[in-house]
């Protein structure tokens, strides 16, 4: 006799509320109620994390500074403090802790617990949830929104549903038809070019991409059409990996146009070295190594690199570095589609976690 299949995984995601901006709302009084970005609002600024007051505006993560300033004449920058967000976020992680080791964080305001089995032996994992969202509230102040559901995916699509503070719970009787009501754009794993091309071929929402067979995948997005496939069923069996070791932190822009001037090249090399020093700044993962990659037209990739005797820790080396990487390229044989910068042989606290891409 076959034996019967294992119970379904009970997986939440917690993701907090405007971290960055929370923090800072929640130690200054004067700037709550108030449209703020985390972030520099200078020509090379970018904004880490925006307020909910900012947001009705357009203000976005990873927006250029100067951007969201024209949306919000109001806007308030306030300068970083990661020591600080890193203390909030160990306060958090030790609330998980009191549940499960099972713990994969994604970056120092996020994070997958798996609670099919857990500490307090609470069965449900909605209560599960519950409880760490009031004790988080409780002991930093701040609010943290809660997905609950069977598998990594829905969860995290279901954490984002009733945000700011919000618990959205799929079960797995729910999960298709969760699926096949969301956009396509929001499914994480399909990047904004990605979607555009769906779009295209008419695909708007999970639904959409359900009726499209595996060939038909296939042969418009590659190696990643068994993801899709299995997404638009509401299917993902990746487990919840604990904390590992991280070598690198990027972040790479693919282009819907390919690039060949020479200004617009160094420009998007130093937005990228933004982002990825905000990313950096994030995670504490500082580099010896600064690596540039090119992925051209013909999809050739080429990456070229300089190490230091030291980790790079200013902002200014790394988009120097970033560009004189770049222009010892020039001219480039063909367009660029994809530009990318990243940090390799990482001293310190670097978290495991998706790479940041930033498609165009």
Avoid at 31 to 36: E, M, Q, S, T
Avoid at 39 to 56: D, F, H, N, Q
Avoid at 60 to 88: Q, T
Wanted: glycine share 8%; hydrophobic share 40%; aromatic share 6%.
């Amino acid at each position: 006799m076959e034996s019967p299949p294992p119970p379904p995984r009970k997986i939440i995601h917690i993701d907090m509320d405007a971290f960055y901006a929370s923090v800072e709302q929640r130690d200054d009084p004067a700037l709550r109620g108030k449209a703020i970005a985390v972030g520099g609002g200078g020509p090379r600024g970018v904004v880490a994390t925006a307020s909910y007051e900012a947001r009705p505006f357009g203000v976005r993560s990873a927006m250029p500074g100067a951007r969201a300033r024209r949306l919000c004449p109001d806007l308030i920058f306030v300068k970083p403090r990661f020591d600080a967000y890193r203390a909030v976020s160990a306060q958090v992680r030790e609330i998980f802790s009191r549940f499960t080791d099972i713990v994969q964080p994604l970056s120092l305001d996020e994070a997958y617990l798996d609670v099919t089995e857990n500490k307090a032996d609470i069965a449900s994992a909605t209560r599960v949830a519950e409880e760490i969202r009031r004790l988080i509230r409780e002991e930093t102040g701040l609010t943290a929104s809660a997905g609950v559901s069977y598998n990594k995916l829905i969860a995290k699509l279901a954490s984002d549903q009733n945000k700011p503070d919000g618990l959205c719970v799929v079960r797995p009787q729910e999960g298709e038809a969760f699926i096949a009501r969301m956009p396509v754009r929001r499914i994480h794993g399909v990047g904004p070019v990605t979607a555009r091309r769906m779009q295209a071929l008419g695909i708007e929402t999970g639904a959409d991409l359900r009726a499209r067979d595996l060939a038909f995948l296939q042969a418009h997005f590659g190696s990643a059409a068994s993801f899709y496939y299995r997404a638009a069923r509401g299917q993902d069996d990746r487990p919840v990996r604990e904390r590992q070791a991280r070598k690198s932190v990027s972040v790479e822009d693919t282009f819907f146009d390919d690039l060949t001037a020479e200004q617009r090249l160094v420009e998007e090399v130093e937005r990228i070295a933004a982002n990825l020093w905000t990313r950096i700044e994030k995670s504490g993962g500082y580099g010896r190594t600064v690596v540039l990659k090119v992925k051209f037209a013909d999809f050739r990739i080429i990456t070229r690199s300089r190490s230091f005797p030291a980790p790079v820790r200013s902002a200014e080396l790394l988009a120097e570095t970033g560009r004189a990487l770049l222009r010892a390229q020039l001219p480039l044989r063909m367009g660029a589609r994809l530009l990318g910068l990243g940090v390799h042989n990482l001293e310190g606290d670097a978290e495991e976690g998706d790479q940041l891409a930033l498609a165009l």
